[in-house]
Structure formats: C-alpha cells, structure tokens
C-alpha cells in the first residue's frame, strides 16, 4: 500500500490536468475569442471619401482632417484631470459621464473620448498631450463643405449607430455613414471600401508588427468622387431668392431629367452639420418644430396643387376625346352641379377655348372637361380609374424613382379610394362627388417634385426621363439604366400643343404676365391652394399658398420649373417671380429685371407665418 | 572501465526522457522569449541562448555526477546538507534583492539561487538519515529528527521570502511514509489543508458548526463501542481551533497579495485586471491553443508577452497555446512517464539510502509539476515555482539535474553491485 500512494496521485495529477486542459483548450471556446481580442488588432485603413462636384465642374464637397481624442482607459494614469478637463473645456461631470462610458464599452480597446476637434483646437493641445497618460489623438478625415447651400441634397454623415452594424457588418464602432442625401445615395461608391490591418501587440497594447506578415490583410479600395446634375450657383440664387420664405423650389432639365436645382426653405449651411458641433446643431434643427428646416418640402411635402393641375386635366380630357382645343366652355361665374354650392370662379371673359381656359384658370371650363371625362364611361368607377391611369402614367400619385433617399409619393385617388371613402355600394358616388379634382384641390396632392416632373413632361410632350441627381459617377461609365431610359405617357403629343399654348399665354397676356422677361418665353401656370391648420383644435385657414409651374424657352425647353411659397398668397406673387428669376439665371446667367429680384430677395413671409402663432385673431390673404 | 560500465548500466528511459524534457522546455523559452531583434544564439542577451548556455552546463554537470563514485553521495550527504544550510543562511548577508526577494548570490550578470540546489541536500540528508540502521520511523524523536532535516531549509527559505520554493520541502513527507511514517501525518496533513480551505470559502463559523455536527453524528453512530468522549471532544475542539486560527492568520498575519491569490483561486473574487492577472491571462493563452495549436513561435498570446513570467513559471501557457491540447498532453505524458518511471527505479533498490533517494527524487519533480502545471490552467492558487527541466533558468535547471542524475549515478551502480 504505501508504495502506491505517490503512483496513484501521480496518475490522478494527470487525469486532472488531462481533464482541465480539455476543458481549457477543446470544450470551451470562449478562450479563443479572448485571445484574438487581446492579441490581435483590426486597424483599419480608411479611404479618403470621394469628392462632389456639380454639373458644371464646381468643387461641393471635399475632406478635411479632424482630430478625435482618443482613451484607452486601462492605460489612464497618474492623470492632473484639472488642467485636462481645463485644456479640453469641459466640466468635471462631463469627463466623468466620458470615461465611464469608455470603460463600459472596453477598458482596453480606445474609443472616441471626445471626437472632432478642429484644427485649431488640436494644434493647442498637441504639444500638452504627452503628459495626460492613457489619452491620444487620432487624426481622421470630415467632410469639408465648399458651399452653403444644398444642404438638403448633399446630406450629411454620422457615426453609425447600433442598428446601421447589426444590420451591415461593414460598419464598425466609430465608422462614418452616409445619413441622408447623397451621402447616403451613394454611400458605397463614395465610400470606397475600407483596408484592414491585423496588428499583432504586446500587453501593453503596443504594436509589434503585422499579424503573420499581414497575410490576412486588405487593400483599401478609394471612394470615388461623383458629379451631380445640380447647378450650384442656380442653387446659391434659389436660396438666396428663398430667404425669410417657406417652400421650396425644383428644376429640372427636361430633355434629360436631370434635376438642376433642388431648394427647401428654410435650410442650414451644410458645414452647421461637421464636427463637434453636430449633434447640437442636429438638435437645434430637429426642435424647430415651427420652421421645420430639416423637412424638405420640395421631395416630402405634399400639396394640394392647385391650379397648374388644369394642365393635366385638360390633356386627359383631349386624349379621352371628350373635348376639343376649340370648343367654347361658357362661364357664369361659378361651376353648378348637382344641386350643391357651386364651386366659384373669378370674373374673366367668355366663353373660352382650352388656351383661352387655361390662360384664364377658368374653373368652369376644367370642371367641365373632368366631369365629361369621368362620365364617359359607364360608371364613375371605370371613369375614374382611367383618368388616375393617365396621372400614372406621368408617374404621378408615387415615388419618382429618383436618386435620393427621401420622399412621398403624393396622392391621385382611385376608385377603390372613393369607394372606400362613400361605403360603395351600399352609397353610390359620382363624378361630381370627386370634382374638386378637376382644378388641383380635393384628394389630389403633389410634391414640388412631381409639379416640377409635371411641367417637364408637358415641355417635352409627353415623355420623360425619371429625374435624377447623379451626373456621373468618376471612372464610371453609365448611369443606372434607370435614369436612361425614356419613359411615355398615355397622352399623344399633339394634345399638348393647346396646352403649352395656354401656358404660353398665361406669362404673356394671362395671371402671370406681370413677371415677364424681355426676350424669354415661358410657358407656365400660376396656382393659388388654399391651406388649413389646427389651432387650439379649431381649423382655421390660412393664407393661400402660392404656386408657379414653368418652362422655358417654349420652343426648345432648358429648364422646367416648380416654385412653392407656403402662404405666399396668389401665384405669381412669389411663386411666380421666384421661377422668373430662376429661368432667366440659368439661360442667361444675370438678372434683366433688377425690380422683381429686388422685390423677391427683399420680401419676407415671416410676419405671415407668425401670425397663427400670435395668440391673436389674424386676416389672410391680405 | 567504471565510467563504461556506468554508461552500460544508468537507466536510458530517465536520461532519454530528462533530454526530451530539457529539449521540449528550450524549445518553448525560445518562443516565449523570442524579440524583434535578430536571433542569436550566442548573444548572451537573449533568454534563449542563455537557456541553451545553462543546458550546456547541465551536460557537464552530468558528467561529473556520473564520474564521482556513487558512495560519495552517501557518505558526504552530511556535509552536503550543511554546505546548503550555510548558503542558505549566508543569502541575508551576502544576497542580492531582486525584486524584494533575497534569494539570489550575484556573480556577474549570473546568479544562483541556493533554495534550487538545497532540494538535492536535504533528499540526500533525509536518505541518509532514515537509511541509518539505528532510525526507526515508527519512534517520536525519529521523526521530530526527520521533519527537522525537511523543515531546517524550508524555514530559512521563507523569509527570503520565497514561500513557494519552501513548500517544496513538504514533498519530502513522501519518503517518510514510504519507509513507515504513520498514515495519521498525511490525513492530519488533509484535514488542515481541507479544513483551511473551507474556512476561507464558508466562513470559520460555519466550519465549527460543521466540525460539530460530523463529530455528534459519528459518536452516536459508534456510541456502543463505548468509545472516549473525551477524544471526541478533543479532535472537534482542536478542528475548531484550527479553523479560528486560520481565520485569524490569515486575516490578520497575511499581507493582502496572499489573501488576494486565495480568494481568486477560490473563486470568491473575479478580479481580471489586477492580481489574478497572470492566470487569466495563462488560461486565455492556453484555452486558445484549441487542440492542435497555434504552431511554433505563432502563439499571439505568447507573442504579445500577455503572460506575465512566461519563460519562467508560466512556461507551459506557451505549450498550450502553441502545441495545443496534443502537445500538452504529450508534456504532462513525459512528466508522468519520468515520475512513474523513478518510483519503479527507487522500488528496486537494494539498497534503503538509494530508496529513500530516488522516493524524495520523485516526489520533489511530482509536487513541482503538480503544484506549476495547477497553477498555470487556473487550479490552484499562484504558487510561484519553476517546471521542472522547463521553466528558463540556471539554478533551477541544474538544481534539478543535479537531484535527478545523482539518483541516475545510484541506480546504476546499485546495478552493478546486484
């Protein structure tokens, strides 16, 4: 017995050891993990994010470096956190909420301490650095804007967020993404594809050399830059032109689709958006819950359109053969139907043809075209759907398909809608039920956009290429196919010829002639849409807004032209100057009629948008 | 013709198994202590080529072993013993401090460190002793002369202080029991160790009122032998004594380090940042060895010197993370193999004094192996000594080699007398 007992712990030692280090090495496989995380670094080589230029060359977007500070919390020693929090600005509690924050998400990998510092403010602690252990500077690149103005086009970037890397394992902790805009459009050729280097380090965290010669590594791949169809000194002029207003406003060249100029108002200097102070800005302008300068109005907002719609309605009823370019409409001064309120009109001369009703924005005459149209068919319903089938056809009543992340679809009803709304069958509706379709109000809603896509397609006579952004994408050929391709309508050519010669009239003889331009001619269509809002619970009205649908010249249209003013009043008050202004800026590139620049760029809306907000009884369209 | 019939009669599987050991070991302290700098294996700067300096020596030293007559390790063993109680004595005059320790005669950029060579005295002094016609193990004063012959060391080892190597001298409790020591020592021995551990996992109260519950239950199970309730009493109350007096010593005698790598170990603290450290770390560098390993010199724990001590005493994390579960297993195979293999050598002794030897020699190399390759897979508390024939080291390499061959020396010429 005594011989035994060192032999039996001998071999008992043994198959103890046997088991743990199959515990340690087979059965658990957390170990691995921990291994790779503390041995091994990713460090990520970051393409310089590609450039934006505008159509005619102009630098938008370019990089700048930023400096983040850094903290691997592990490493914080021995630090003089008074003279630190004194050279970062910073309160006491904030550093404390910062470290903590580090430490939760890695005592030992850095994260961003306080990320962005400017140049300025990184050259002034550069040298002090040294001296606050645990704490470095990173160098990374921003966006760096070469204009103020397309904010709501170009975008910005972000950090991601845990929801962008959950569901694209691209994206790390700390990288940057497109959010909006362009940026987010064409987020992966911007972009480029990040490099990856493993790093083998020491316990001190330190770099010893490339992980088995750098056999796993990768190359990164630069982002390239992309040229965008905007004008951007059309874009500077909108702005400027757009100032102490609301609305917005879209150009569009029509023999291509390429958006020209895409203007909200009010917006912000894209540079209000980099850096540090981003998400205190983003605030600011996410809390402006009166102005709204991060809605755009010109691809979100969706309108009545009021009158520029008598445009379509008449191309529709002349397609459908319910009415001719010649026929006489005449007009009592208001539109009478079955038994009801009549729908009003203004006093102008009668009887009229299609380019004398268009010219003159007489309700009758389109109240009638669409009551013919719907009723030609043997019910409503069928009516009706013909009619939303050629709005469709415009590529109305849905997204557009252009290149930008934001958008509505704006709305052109359907029988389904209607039957819904009247609980068909049991209650029958009619054509006359749905009249105020006819002149832009009712159900029928529009973004600027597809007024502008509107207005391009009528200057083309029906066809169209969807409206896009992207010019061309550098060391690319083609564009999408998409944007390539010519799309119809359901409406013959011909028909259009009325119709354009309407809108002709309207600028020179009609409701827009006061905002002529000597030597321009433009076909265009005014629109008043009366508007509601709620206040205390009670709907109250408010001043019209003001609407102007355009292109020019008329014989070889450039440029097609949306402008809305939210409670700018009648349509060419503002809507009308402003796409005068703009029309004459891009064909010309200067301004003949210094009195309506002056008028526009002087005039503010901004006593008219207190108003519902003053507590006090208030008079509209004044 | 001595030196060859030596060289005929010493056991090749210990010397084969020895040089596959002392191979396997550089092999590792290669790779541990691999740097950016060129290899050389002369530049003396370097752990490796140290290392393979030191095994050199060790070659040598085995020549001189094998050379000098196999009595003279008997008859000398006296002297021997004394000579190592006088190096030990003389390290708090003449010692140099590294790192707090005094455990370490300076010459030069080389040291030695007496506590490594002591082991083979004290083994041979403790040989010598019970193979006297006149010792009886079974006699009281016997034994104090015994435990006196283990402990004299080991105490002058403690205040260096070097408490790992000083446990080291308790292995020696083996041979005594082999020659006839009573078995109540060793389950006097595991009644302390367990009792010690429960008090600082359970609390001291709650051990004495588990003593005293295990106690009523076995006197009423036994109380018709009429068994002395008096012993009864006495054993729970010494038991209980015990627990309070470990409670108190280790709350009020240990410094907070050595509380620290209990309670790690116990499992009462997770602490990964601060002292429990270096096993953390030890275990991740094995567990991610997975079971065939990183390959050689491709460990990235090893690589990134995340293990603390890693040539030294954590020299095995390298075999784990870099040779995986086989290559481990293979090493704690060839310990196995070499322990076992020196306990059937010492069993066949003629002689007792070469018995009792080649006893001590296996139980100093398998308390070593127990106590490092525990500590290293997150076992046992830190306990800071060296693997045998593995661990980077002169003293401890050729402290070992020189308890290991003078064994070899005795079995072969216990060969030839037979």
Redesign the interface.
């Known amino acids: 017995m005594?011989?035994l007992?060192?032999?039996g712990?001998?071999?008992c030692?043994?198959l103890?050891?046997?088991a743990?280090?199959?515990y340690?090495?087979?059965y658990?496989s957390?170990?691995?993990k921990?291994?790779?995380n503390?041995?091994?670094k990713m460090v990520y080589d970051f393409p310089e994010r590609g450039f934006i230029f505008d159509r005619n060359g102009e630098l938008l977007v370019a990089n700048q470096p930023a400096y983040d500070i850094m903290v691997i919390p592990?490493n914080v020693k021995d630090l003089d956190t008074l003279s630190f929090i004194e050279d970062l600005g910073i309160s006491r509690e904030e550093f404390d909420k910062k470290l903590s924050k580090a430490w939760t998400y890695s005592?030992r990998i850095p994260s961003p301490f306080m990320p962005q510092l400017t140049k300025e403010e990184f050259a002034a602690l550069q040298e002090k650095m040294y001296q606050y252990k645990g704490f470095f500077i990173q160098k990374r690149s921003l966006r760096d804007y070469q204009v103020q103005h397309s904010a709501n086009v170009l975008g910005f970037i972000g950090e991601v967020n845990d929801g962008i890397m959950k569901r694209n394992p691209y994206y790390r902790l700390g990288d940057y993404i497109g959010m909006t805009g362009v940026e987010k459009q064409y987020e992966e050729i911007l972009r480029g594809v990040k490099g990856v280097k493993y790093i083998?380090?020491?316990?001190f965290n330190k770099d010893?050399?490339p992980?088995?010669e750098g056999i796993f590594d990768t190359i990164p791949v630069s982002g390239r830059d992309i040229v965008l169809t905007l004008d951007s000194e059309l874009q500077a002029y909108g702005q400027l032109l757009m100032q102490n207003k609301r609305g917005g406003i879209v150009a569009i060249e029509p023999k291509t689709g390429e958006i020209l100029s895409l203007i909200t108002a009010p917006s912000y200097d894209p540079d209000y958006l980099v850096g540090r102070k981003r998400s205190k800005n983003y605030t600011a302008l996410y809390n402006d819950s009166i102005a709204k300068p991060l809605f755009d109005r010109v691809l979100e907002g969706q309108y009545a359109p009021g009158s520029p719609f008598k445009a379509l309605t008449s191309l529709i009823a002349l397609e459908e053969g319910v009415i001719t370019a010649e026929e006489r409409i005449s007009c009592s001064g208001a539109y009478y139907y079955g038994g009801r309120k009549p729908l009003g009109c203004h006093a102008h001369r009668g009887p009229l043809d299609m380019v004398g009703g268009i010219a003159n924005s007489c309700n009758t005459y389109f109240c009638t075209a669409y009551r013919r149209t719907i009723e030609k068919y043997d019910s409503p319903q069928e009516g009706i759907d013909a009619w939303h089938n050629h709005l469709a056809s415009f590529g109305l009543g849905n997204y557009m398909g252009y290149d930008l992340p934001s958008g509505r679809k704006g709305y052109i009803p359907d029988s389904g809608f209607y039957n819904r709304s009247y609980n068909y069958p049991k209650y029958r509706w009619y054509a006359t039920a749905t009249i105020s379709n006819a002149i832009g109000q009712g159900e029928v809603t529009m973004t600027p956009m597809q007024m502008a896509h509107t207005a391009s397609v009528i200057a083309n006579k029906g066809w169209f290429y969807r409206p896009h952004i992207i010019k061309q994408i550098k060391g690319v050929d083609t564009l999408p196919q998409k944007y390539t391709e010519k799309h119809y309508t359901s409406i013959s050519a011909e028909h259009f010829d009325p119709v354009i010669e309407g809108m002709f009239d309207v600028y020179n003889e009609g409701t827009a002639e006061y905002i002529q331009i000597p030597g321009i001619e433009i076909c265009g269509k005014t629109g008043t849409a009366e508007n509601f809002t709620r206040i205390d619970g009670e709907v109250v009205q408010l001043t019209d807004h003001s609407i102007f649908v355009a292109f020019a010249p008329k014989d070889d249209p450039k440029i097609a032209i949306a402008v809305f003013v939210e409670n700018g009043y009648w349509g060419s008050r503002w809507a009308g100057r402003i796409a005068g202004l703009m029309i004459e800026k891009y064909l010309r590139g200067e301004i003949s009629r210094q009195d309506m620049e002056d008028f526009v760029i002087n005039g503010s809306l901004e006593d008219e948008y207190a108003k519902p907000f003053s507590g006090e009884p208030f008079i509209i369209n004044q | 013709m001595q030196r060859n019939s030596t060289l005929q009669n010493i056991d090749w599987i210990t010397v084969i198994l020895y040089l596959l050991l002392v191979a396997a070991g550089w092999m590792n302290i290669y790779s541990a202590s691999l740097s950016?700098t060129a290899v050389s294996f002369t530049n003396l700067d370097n752990i490796y080529a140290k290392q393979l300096f030191f095994i050199g020596l060790s070659l040598v030293l085995i020549v001189f072993i094998l050379a000098v007559d196999a009595k003279f390790y008997e008859r000398f063993s006296s002297v021997i013993y004394l000579i190592a109680l006088a190096s030990l004595l003389g390290l708090f005059i003449f010692g140099k401090d590294i790192n707090g320790a005094r455990s370490w005669y300076s010459f030069g950029s080389f040291g030695l460190q007496p506590s490594e060579f002591a082991k083979a005295a004290a083994a041979l002094a403790l040989s010598k002793y019970l193979s006297d016609i006149q010792t009886n193990v079974k006699l009281f004063d016997h034994q104090l002369k015994a435990f006196l012959i283990i402990l004299l060391p080991a105490l002058l080892i403690v205040p260096q202080p070097d408490p790992g190597s000083a446990l080291i001298f308790t292995a020696l409790i083996?041979p005594l029991?082999?020659e006839?020591l009573h078995f109540i020592y060793?389950l006097l021995g595991f009644i302390a160790a367990f009792l010690f551990i429960a008090t600082l996992l359970i609390g001291v109260y709650w051990v004495a009122a588990a003593v005293a519950v295990i106690a009523l239950l076995l006197w009423f199970k036994n109380r018709k032998k009429k068994r002395n309730l008096g012993k009864y009493v006495i054993i729970t109350g010494a038991c209980v004594a015990f627990a309070f007096s470990v409670s108190y010593i280790f709350n009020n005698v240990f410094e907070q380090r050595h509380r620290d790598r209990f309670n790690i170990v116990l499992g009462k603290e997770v602490d990964t940042?601060g002292i429990g450290y270096n096993t953390n770390?030890s275990?991740?560098?094995?567990?991610?060895?997975?079971?065939l390993g990183k390959g050689w010199t491709?460990g990235?724990?090893t690589?990134?010197?995340?293990v603390?001590e890693q040539h030294t005493d954590y020299i095995f994390s390298t075999v784990?993370?870099e040779w995986?579960?086989l290559g481990?297993?293979f090493v704690?195979?060839l310990?196995?193999w070499l322990?076992?293999r020196l306990?059937i050598l010492a069993?066949r002794q003629k002689q007792q004094f070469a018995r009792v030897y080649g006893?001590s020699v296996?139980?100093i190399l398998?308390f070593h192996?127990?106590v490092n390759?525990?500590m290293v897979?997150?076992?046992f508390p830190t306990v800071g000594i060296p693997l045998p024939f593995f661990s980077y080291g002169g003293s401890a390499l050729w402290g070992f080699t020189i308890l290991l061959f003078i064994f070899v020396k005795l079995d072969s010429s216990n060969f030839i007398n037979r």
């Not at chain 1, 083998?200 to 316990?203: A, T, V």
């Not at chain 2, 560098?285 to 997975?290: E, K, V």
């Not at chain 2, 690589?303 to 995340?306: I, L």
Request: positive net charge; hydrophobic residues 45%; glycine residues 12%.
């Open positions: 005594r011989k007992l060192l032999l712990l001998t071999l030692s043994g103890v050891f046997a743990r280090l199959f340690l090495q087979i658990d957390s170990f691995q921990l291994s790779e503390n041995a091994i592990r005592p083998q380090k020491d316990r010893i050399g992980y088995k | 950016d083996f029991y082999r006839g060793l940042r770390q275990e991740i560098a094995i567990g991610s060895g997975g079971f491709k990235t724990q690589k990134g010197n995340f603390p784990g993370e995986g579960f481990s297993i704690v195979i310990f196995l322990i076992i306990l069993e006893y296996a139980a398998f192996f127990f390759i525990g897979t997150g076992l």
